[in-house]
């Protein structure tokens, strides 16, 4: 019996109708970071498990697809942790490479790896598939790409300032309602030390970054089972409940965070942020969120994250600054920042809203028909003519029934059919069907190129 065929769950195939539309998406957000001055570059899809190991949190650590050795897997194994059934330690010794979890603790192995051969501050960009060992639900993939732009090599607050306009730019262009959400991870620090748990800021920032979706009183409950004193929770309930615009905020937060000198440096870093924001005219509101975490250990200062207005769906873009992540590997002193563009979630907000222009949705804009060899012949030159002048173009492979021709051009969404017959090519003429209007209209070759782009 044959089998039957199957992906794993948590991962898509993409038609040629969905790769257009994928393609839309990726090409503006490119677009938009080469306008800001970001370069490409790629790394490989498996990295060595002690370059990815640690730089997650230990939620994010359960989280990587870890890869087998090669060869006789088993035969470096510990026996005793093999009967215990030791899994953990185990997959230490069976395998030493993983999937990439994101693309910033590999850009990190990369500067250091190449920091004799780049340009600081280097400002970079990436855009590759990455994977998580997650449960799959809406919204959330096993296998799914990311839109990396980072800079490294700055202390500048400019850098994050470029970044909200970089954001708020590719959601104008893909005309996706968002808000940005800012933090800072300072201000986190700050409030740590103020309740009198400094010592315990990634167990507070992993429960906090679940309010939105928990609620209050489990987050306490969490915080409890980490270990956090009763007194230090209920001294955290008012930092949680601040309320007002971003200026009330900064005002509430600064005399909170008076007696902290982290805290203090995060909430002038906000100020300045969004000093410098509020005079760009920005399309989109950039609103301060205290309870904004992002559970990842190797952020250090701002903050970002990206929610859509009108799809419930988690965020779709977030990032931060991280001053220590290159140290991990040896050098010392490099700050970077950066933002990650969640390219399945904008894609199915736009397939969901429906956002894509008319014009993405069809590759081909115009089909010859192939009415046998000397037609066929004769229509070559006249495709290669149009191909030469940006139309995109494609003649039936076979001399088959007109219905059948039609009916190709129809399930394509192919918007004009071109038939050339003996009296056109005598007369170095094309007739040009429009598909929507079933209007017909004769005309010569630049009449059809000037068709096709009006």
């Not at 997650?134 to 839109?147: A, H, I, L, N, V």
């Not at 590997?329 to 920042?337: D, E, I, L, N, T």
Request: hydrophobic share 40%; aromatic share 8%; with cysteine.
């Amino acid at each position: 019996m044959a089998q039957k065929p199957s992906i794993p769950k948590g991962t898509r195939d993409f038609s040629p109708a969905e790769m257009v539309r994928r393609n839309y998406i990726f090409d503006t957000i490119k677009g938009v970071f080469q306008l800001y001055g970001f370069m490409p570059i790629e790394t490989p899809a498996m990295e060595n498990l002690d370059t990815l190991l640690g730089k997650y949190g230990e939620e994010g650590d359960k989280l990587l697809f870890k890869i087998l050795n090669s060869g006789d897997f088993l035969s470096k194994a510990d026996n005793a942790l093999l009967n215990a059934g030791d899994s953990i330690k185990v997959t230490n010794q069976i395998s030493e490479k993983g999937l990439r979890y994101d693309l910033t603790v590999p850009f990190a192995r990369f500067v250091v790896q190449h920091q004799n051969e780049i340009t600081f501050p280097f400002k970079r960009y990436q855009i590759q598939p990455v994977w998580r060992a997650d449960r799959p639900q809406k919204g959330r993939y096993r296998e799914f790409f990311q839109c990396d732009v980072d800079v490294v090599g700055s202390d500048s607050l400019l850098n994050e300032v470029e970044l909200i306009q970089i954001v708020d730019e590719v959601y104008r262009q893909l005309n996706i309602g968002v808000v940005i959400k800012l933090n800072n991870r300072k201000v986190l620090a700050g409030i740590a030390e103020i309740i009198g748990e400094a010592d315990r800021i990634v167990d507070i920032t992993v429960a906090i970054d679940k309010l939105e979706k928990i609620g209050v009183d489990k987050v306490n409950a969490e915080l409890s089972e980490r270990g956090l004193s009763a007194a230090a929770i209920e001294r955290l309930q008012p930092i949680l409940a601040l309320s007002g615009n971003n200026t009330e905020k900064l005002a509430a937060l600064s005399a909170l965070l008076k007696s902290s000198e982290v805290g203090t440096k995060g909430v002038e870093e906000l100020l300045t942020v969004l000093r410098i924001t509020d005079g760009l005219n920005l399309s989109t509101q950039v609103e301060l969120d205290l309870t904004l975490a992002r559970g990842l250990n190797y952020y250090t200062g701002a903050i970002f994250e990206v929610k859509a207005l009108d799809v419930e769906i988690g965020s779709i873009t977030g990032g931060g600054r991280y001053d220590d992540l290159t140290g991990i590997f040896g050098m010392k002193g490099v700050s970077g920042v950066g933002i990650s563009f969640g390219a399945d979630r904008i894609f199915d907000v736009m397939n969901q809203l429906e956002l894509y222009p008319v014009d993405v949705t069809a590759a081909t804009q115009l089909l010859f028909v192939n009415f046998g060899d000397t037609e066929v012949a004769h229509c070559l030159k006249l495709v290669s003519n149009l191909r030469q002048k940006g139309i995109r173009t494609e003649i039936y492979p076979d001399p088959a029934k007109m219905k059948k021709q039609m009916a190709y051009a129809d399930k394509k969404g192919i918007g004009f059919v071109a038939m050339v017959g003996e009296d056109e090519m005598s007369k170095g003429l094309i007739t040009l069907k429009n598909m929507q209007t079933g209007e017909q209209t004769t005309l010569n070759l630049e009449g059809v190129v000037n068709a096709l782009k009006a």
